[in-house]
T-cell receptor, first 114, second 111 residues
């Protein structure tokens, strides 16, 4: 099992460009999450999904969109990248249905917006 | 807004010593989890303690939870170089299934 995978691992964008980050999990998890991690701060939830075809906003959703067309995939889109979106992005998944379930993380995508 | 806050922000100790990290939170929780993040990698779950538990062990890890003080501690005994990482606490609440994360403690184990 690969667990949670993310592509790409690194990306440099210019302000105003768009891109999509892909997260895939092979654990048949219902719940998937996108976080951003900035220096000196904990993870902040951007968007999440409680099942195929569903998405919801987290703590910092502005400037991002998501889609969950297939259960195993969760896509994070930046429509018009801004320097403030320079960060490391992590995808996570779990069984869901309560906060007792541990989250499984991907290796992260390091994004720089110039 | 962040729920958990770790203390200290950074900790450097000699190999073989014990490392203690603390986490404080603000509202009622139903569980608290600790995760480890090695440099440049994703987070890995270490241990979960429920709100009705006071102490839990897993190998060289010992976690305590004091709900009256809204705080938790993670003790790593007999530290090894491989324990060098950042450690994060995350709290879960009855109202939803999301976790709220602290800013982490960076632990360096010197050989």
């Amino acid at each position: 099992n690969a667990g949670v995978t993310q592509t790409p691992k690194f990306r440099v964008l210019k302000t105003g460009q768009s891109m999509t980050l892909l997260c895939a999990q092979d654990m048949n998890h219902e719940y998937m999450y996108w976080y951003r991690q900035d220096p000196g701060m904990g993870l902040r939830l951007i968007h999440y999904s409680v099942g195929e075809g569903t998405t919801a906003k987290g703590e910092v959703p502005d400037g991002y969109n998501v889609s969950r067309l297939k259960k195993q995939n969760f896509l994070l889109g930046l429509e018009s990248a801004a320097p403030s979106q320079t960060s490391v992005y992590f995808c996570a998944s779990n069984v869901g249905d309560s906060s007792y379930n541990e989250q499984f993380f991907g290796p992260g995508t390091r994004l720089t917006v110039l | 807004s962040q729920q958990g806050e770790e203390d200290p922000q950074a900790l450097s100790i000699q190999e073989g010593e014990n490392a203690t990290m603390n986490c404080s939170y603000k509202t009622s929780i139903n569980n608290l989890q600790w995760y480890r993040q090695n440099s440049g990698r994703g987070l890995v779950h270490l241990i979960l303690i429920r709100s009705n538990e006071r102490e839990k062990h897993s190998g060289r890890l010992r976690v305590t939870l004091d709900t009256s003080k809204k705080s938790s501690s993670l003790l790593i005994t007999a530290s090894r170089a491989a324990d060098t990482a950042s450690y994060f606490c995350a709290t879960g609440m009855d109202s939803n299934y999301q976790l709220i994360w602290g800013a982490g403690t960076k632990l360096i184990i010197k050989p």
